[in-house]
């Protein structure tokens, strides 16, 4: 069975600094890998995937992720943040089946 | 942009009683799921639905869980008997079916957040 650890419960930083937000995944066989965002009091929005190919992949809001088998990693990364990326972001990995396993979330906060 | 709604956004029940969570997923997806987060722990898989069937289902998804399509628009998730356990954001999401094959990305409703006293 998959499962996801998002190495970080919570990352403050500041306005315009650069973030990195971990995951690591685990699993025998080729996998999807998402980063999912979640503002206050709403529900999860897709940030960006991972299914093949180009293991860089870009997203919304200025956000990318490197998708790196042999380490079995899937990093999210913002060069410059802003006080409203302050969210919560879940890392998700799908295998086989429908099933998303999420990671436990990484409460970013981005102060002035 | 077409996106997952559900209905209520909140809701309080008393333990023991019964309680339908709504969602209408995007027009021309056919790939239904619920999941599940309870306050400060990671969203959780329930099931799965296409076709009018259960395609997979977790561990959580015991009997007194039940999903229905009742028409050709909305997909419900229905808690029987509920327990002070079950109070948690209830999540629909939806995807679409390409050439046969269910498509990788999920599209999320904005939750109903449910409070079992």
């Known amino acids: 069975a998959q499962s996801v650890t998002q190495l970080d419960s919570q990352v403050p930083v500041f306005e315009e600094a650069p973030v990195e937000l971990r995951c690591n995944y685990s699993s025998s066989v080729s996998v999807y890998l998402f980063w999912y965002v979640q503002y206050p009091n709403q529900g999860l929005q897709l940030l960006l995937k991972y299914l093949s190919g180009s293991t860089l992949v870009k997203g919304i809001n200025g956000f990318e992720a490197e998708f790196n088998k042999s380490q079995t990693s899937f990093h999210l990364r913002k060069p410059s943040v802003h006080i409203s990326d302050t969210a919560e972001y879940f890392c998700a990995v799908r295998t086989s089946g429908s099933r998303l396993t999420f990671g436990e979330g990484t409460q970013l906060t981005v102060n002035p | 942009e077409p996106e997952v709604t559900q209905t209520p956004s909140h809701q309080v029940t008393q333990m023991g009683q019964e309680v339908i969570l709504r969602c209408v997923p995007i027009?021309?997806?056919?790939?239904f799921y619920w999941y599940r987060q309870i306050l400060g722990q990671k969203v959780e898989f329930l099931v799965s639905f296409y076709n009018n069937e259960i395609s997979e289902k977790s561990e959580i998804f015991d009997d007194q869980f039940s999903v229905e399509r009742p028409d050709g628009s909305n997909f419900t998730l229905k808690i029987r008997s509920t327990k002070l356990e079950d109070s948690a954001m209830y999540f629909c999401?939806?995807?679409?079916?390409?050439?046969?094959?269910?498509?990788?990305?999920?599209?999320f409703g904005p939750g109903t957040r449910l409070l079992v006293l």
């Open positions: 999401a939806s995807s679409t079916i390409v050439a046969g094959a269910v498509q990788e990305t999920q599209y």
């Open positions: 027009s021309n997806h056919l790939y």
